[in-house]
């Protein structure tokens, strides 16, 4: 945010600089201005799309692509109070068989690159 957004007032762009960083900008620009939430969150996504670091994100996107992996290896995965994937029934027996009672214990099939 500019001192040119959040008023002429130095003492609005000294405040600023004093925020807790904890509070969500918007919600503090909002507060400090008295401006609409939808043109502050405008300005904060615009901001963001013209930032030196989404120019880095974008650049070096094709390559991060690129290097993604292509192949997923199914594997089993022993998973205690969720389901991450389809159930193997007969492992998830063996499973619970052996973990002293616990029922709520599942062996799913889970793909990893």
């Not at 008295?34 to 390559?63: H, K, N, T, Y």
């Not at 109070?81 to 214990?105: K, L, Q």
Request: overall charge negative; hydrophobic content about 40%; aromatic content about 6%.
């Amino acid at each position: 945010m500019t001192a040119g957004l959040l008023g002429s007032s130095g003492a609005t762009a000294e405040l600023w600089t004093h925020r807790d960083r904890r509070i969500p900008a918007v919600a503090a620009a909002v507060a400090l201005t008295g401006l609409p939430v939808p043109l502050l969150e405008d300005a904060a996504r615009v901001s963001f799309a013209l930032s030196c670091e989404f120019e880095a994100l974008l650049d070096g996107m094709q390559e991060r692509t690129r290097r993604l992996p292509s192949v997923l290896e199914d594997r089993p995965e022993r998973c205690v109070h969720s389901v991450r994937g389809p159930v193997m029934w007969s492992e998830t027996i063996t499973a619970r068989a052996n973990s002293f009672g616990e029922e709520d214990v599942f062996v799913c099939r889970s793909g990893t690159p």
